[in-house]
């Protein structure tokens, strides 16, 4: 059973920083993409980054794109999402997932190409 557990989430100011980590077990964490995802009361989960399982390629949703930046580390099992000139609009529980198919070239960039979800780290921007 996959296992994913955020951490580094909190309460900052506009224009602040966090960085967010995700460790994975369970499985060869090393052979599947990982994405950030976070979700508002009253929202739908939206899609934030992803990396491809060689750590070549990224993506952005357009509201991120400049600001956050996602890696992984594959010898640690972990990925992280570093969250720079943070908004208030930025404000949510973010959740790492893990792809549904080792070494795939598909899309990365739907919920549904994610099976396993951890439980979600509340980040909170003050203005």
């Known amino acids: 059973q996959v296992q994913l557990v955020e951490s580094g989430g909190g309460l900052v100011q506009a224009g602040g920083s966090l960085r967010l980590s995700c460790a994975a077990s369970?499985?060869?964490?090393?052979?599947?993409?990982m994405g950030w995802f976070r979700q508002t009361p009253g929202k739908e989960r939206e899609y934030v980054a992803a990396?491809?399982?060689?750590?070549?390629?990224?993506y952005y949703a357009d509201s991120v794109k400049g600001r956050f930046t996602i890696s992984r580390d594959n010898a640690e099992n972990t990925v992280y999402l570093q969250m720079n000139s943070l908004k208030p609009e930025d404000t949510a529980v973010y959740y790492c997932?893990?792809?549904?198919?080792?070494?795939?070239?598909?899309?990365?960039?739907?919920?549904?190409?994610?099976?396993?979800w951890g439980q979600g780290t509340q980040v909170t921007v003050s203005s």
């Open positions: 997932a893990a792809h549904r198919y080792q070494y795939y070239s598909g899309s990365v960039l739907r919920e549904n190409d994610y099976n396993y």
């Open positions: 369970g499985r060869t964490f090393s052979a599947y993409a």
């Open positions: 990396i491809r399982w060689t750590g070549s390629n990224t």
